[in-house]
């Protein structure tokens, strides 16, 4: 049975185009079955000229909690009791710019005694707090109440997160992880929340990641369902995209202490001479990236599989997919491609490639969906023994409400503009997962977001689309 569900942890943002469907639905083998809406409710207009930083869904019983930029790009929470279609909503005093663009990443968690968490990324700012502290976090002054929130540091007023990420462990420690530096030139930071004495200290005496002033690491750790945290990255050179090299992966019981695949302990920092946590040396320039090509799934005996764009001896774009076996790091070429994604670039880049992640079918076989902007999608069907694809055919068929939904509401045409790195055309609808817990099995939400597209962190000229509407769904799947 194919049984649809949402992934909670990290926001996964997933552009709906020719059918693709990855992280939608979570592949079982055999017949469909697909959950219907019975809800949605509207949240608030939204900014949609460009795609300025992802909205955050965070559900939490009784009450979801909604993280977004408004129609005039400031940042904006708003809550509802999850029987209600009212929301509350408070206005932070941070306003985006141009050169945010899509980088612009907001985050929230709920803490153990109901307080909400806040943090976004300063950068390109048209308005904001003063600084130190450098770091942009607000914590709700009551619990479960968006009424009023303190400004507070961290661990110190220096601290300036780029891409702040609250993540909350199985036993709902809360943990914040961000870059401290630049793109080519930073290090991985983490620090552990006290609800008792609501307070932050570092949880690494060093950086988990350290790039030594020569580079820096994208991606971080999320928690498997083998108990343990399993953290995948890649290195960067530069702010270029094209010079992520070296995937890389390690493995924590804890978020402290650290081993790679083959249970051997790994020293802190990890850096990029780190040579036991190595997944595949991809040298620069080789398609490496840190953008949606980079997944990580499980097989059916709870093995990594890890999914990543490179290029083969011929200069294509593939999607590889690779496991540790038999005592080496097995590499699979998946798709076969004849195309060449030209990986460079600075800023908010456009996506041409995106893959879901390895899961398992019955009868000893994986499947994972990628979409490619030349051949659209594609469902691959893999042994699960050899990670050699058995065949490749067009993927089920999206629910009728995904169909349906996923035509802009707007009626607004996109400009083509090669600066912007823009294409032209329709507007976008982007589907949100739900970082949070439904309140029962049956039941999942979704946001519905529309916008006209990245913008290379570059000025939109006039005319600009009117805001649209931000919208929640929930679904339900009969006999889930």
């Given at each position: 049975m194919r049984q649809e569900r949402v992934l909670r942890g990290s926001t996964v943002i997933f552009v709906l185009m020719a059918g693709f469907t990855a992280g939608l639905a979570e592949a079982r083998g055999g017949a469909s079955e697909y959950p219907e809406i019975i809800e949605q409710t509207d949240v608030a207009p939204v900014w949609s000229a460009h795609r300025i930083g992802s909205p955050v869904l965070l559900t939490h019983a009784p009450f979801q909690y909604v993280g977004y930029y408004d129609a005039d790009r400031y940042l904006t929470v708003a809550q509802r009791q999850l029987d209600s279609e009212s929301w509350r909503f408070y206005r932070f005093p941070i306003q985006m710019g141009w050169p945010t663009g899509g980088h612009a990443k907001l985050t929230l968690a709920v803490d153990r005694d109901g307080f909400l968490h806040v943090s976004s990324y300063r950068r390109g700012l048209l308005q904001g707090p003063p600084s130190p502290p450098a770091i942009l976090y607000y914590r709700s002054e009551k619990p479960h109440d968006i009424g009023s929130f303190e400004r507070l540091q961290m661990v110190s007023p220096d601290e300036d997160p780029g891409y702040p990420t609250f993540i909350t462990g199985p036993d709902n420690t809360l943990y914040f992880e961000y870059r401290q530096g630049s793109s080519g030139r930073g290090d991985?930071?983490?620090?552990?929340?006290?609800?008792?004495?609501?307070?932050?200290?570092?949880?690494?005496?060093?950086?988990?990641?350290?790039?030594?002033?020569?580079?820096?690491?994208?991606?971080?750790?999320?928690?498997?369902?083998?108990?343990?945290?399993?953290?995948?990255?890649?290195?960067?050179?530069?702010p270029c995209n094209s010079t992520n090299h070296t995937l890389s992966y390690a493995r924590s019981p804890d978020l402290r202490h650290w081993q790679s695949i083959e249970d051997q302990p790994v020293a802190l920092p990890i850096t990029s001479e780190?040579?036991?946590?190595?997944?595949?040396?991809?040298?620069?320039?080789?398609?490496?990236?840190?953008?949606?090509?980079?997944?990580?799934?499980?097989?059916?005996?709870?093995?990594?599989?890890?999914?990543?764009?490179?290029?083969?001896?011929?200069?294509?774009?593939?999607?590889?997919?690779?496991?540790?076996?038999?005592?080496?790091?097995?590499?699979?070429?998946?798709?076969?491609?004849?195309?060449?994604?030209?990986?460079?670039?600075?800023?908010?880049?456009?996506?041409?490639?995106?893959?879901?992640?390895?899961?398992?079918?019955?009868?000893?076989?994986?499947?994972?969906?990628?979409?490619?902007?030349?051949?659209?999608?594609?469902?691959?069907?893999?042994e699960e023994a050899t990670l050699t694809p058995i065949r490749t055919t067009p993927p089920d068929p999206a629910p009728a409400w995904q169909r349906s939904l996923s035509v802009p509401e707007s009626d607004f045409r996109v400009p083509a503009n090669d600066r912007l790195l823009r294409k032209g055309g329709r507007m976008r609808v982007q589907w949100i997962n739900d970082q949070g817990q439904s309140p029962d099995d049956r039941s999942r939400y979704l946001l519905r977001w529309e916008n006209a597209g990245g913008n290379n962190d570059r000025p939109v000229p006039e005319p600009w689309p009117e805001p649209t509407m931000l919208r929640v769904l929930r679904l339900v799947t009969e006999g889930a």
């Open positions: 991985q930071i983490y620090n552990v929340y006290d609800p008792d004495t609501q307070t932050w200290r570092r949880l690494l005496d060093v950086p988990l990641l350290d790039g030594r002033g020569l580079m820096n690491a994208y991606g971080g750790p999320r928690f498997g369902p083998d108990g343990l945290w399993h953290a995948v990255w890649v290195w960067r050179n530069t780190t040579t036991q946590v190595i997944v595949d040396p991809v040298g620069p320039g080789q398609g490496l990236s840190n953008m949606t090509s980079l997944q990580l799934g499980w097989d059916s005996q709870q093995r990594t599989v890890h999914t990543y764009h490179k290029y083969d001896e011929h200069g294509n774009s593939q999607i590889y997919n690779a496991r540790f076996q038999d005592g080496r790091w097995l590499r699979v070429q998946a798709t076969d491609w004849d195309f060449r994604w030209d990986t460079s670039g600075t800023g908010a880049l456009p996506y041409v490639v995106r893959t879901g992640a390895i899961r398992p079918l019955d009868g000893g076989q994986l499947e994972q969906v990628v979409w490619s902007e030349q051949h659209g999608s594609r469902r691959i069907v893999l």
